[in-house]
């Protein structure tokens, strides 16, 4: 089981990026997928959370109407639409995958930083 970030980097406040996640070696389709985060000295955070049916949920409280999370089941990638970047938005952010039997695998991660 392998997840691949992508998309992350250095914006402006303000700006946007998108985050993908690649998944190989995993039923990727009946799996619930989410994105955690961690800033420096900050203990890791929910961002979102996508079901396999693709019902998704904004856990932060701090990024609902600036991010949204979507899933292509045919492509086993995942996505992590991020506007209005703020500072207080840098972070590792990580995929993961949750097995119908609890099983949960992570990615490596993918910095984003944004600046003032």
């Known amino acids: 089981v392998q997840l691949v970030e992508s998309g992350g980097g250095l914006v402006q406040a303000g700006g946007s990026l998108r985050l993908s996640c690649a998944a190989s070696?995993?039923?990727?389709?009946?799996?619930?997928m989410g994105w955690y985060r961690q800033a420096p000295g900050k203990q890791r955070e929910l961002v979102a959370t996508?079901?396999?049916?693709?019902?998704?949920?904004i856990d932060a409280e701090s990024v609902k109407g600036r991010f949204t999370i979507s899933r292509d089941n045919a492509k086993n990638t995942m996505a992590l639409q991020m506007n209005s970047l703020n500072p207080e938005d840098t972070a590792v952010y990580y995929c993961?995958?949750?097995?119908?039997?609890?099983?949960?695998?992570w990615g490596q991660g993918t910095q984003v930083t944004v600046s003032s």
């Open positions: 993961y995958s949750r097995s119908p039997f609890g099983v949960v695998y």
């Open positions: 070696g995993t039923t990727f389709s009946i799996n619930t």
């Open positions: 996508i079901s396999s049916s693709g019902g998704s949920t």
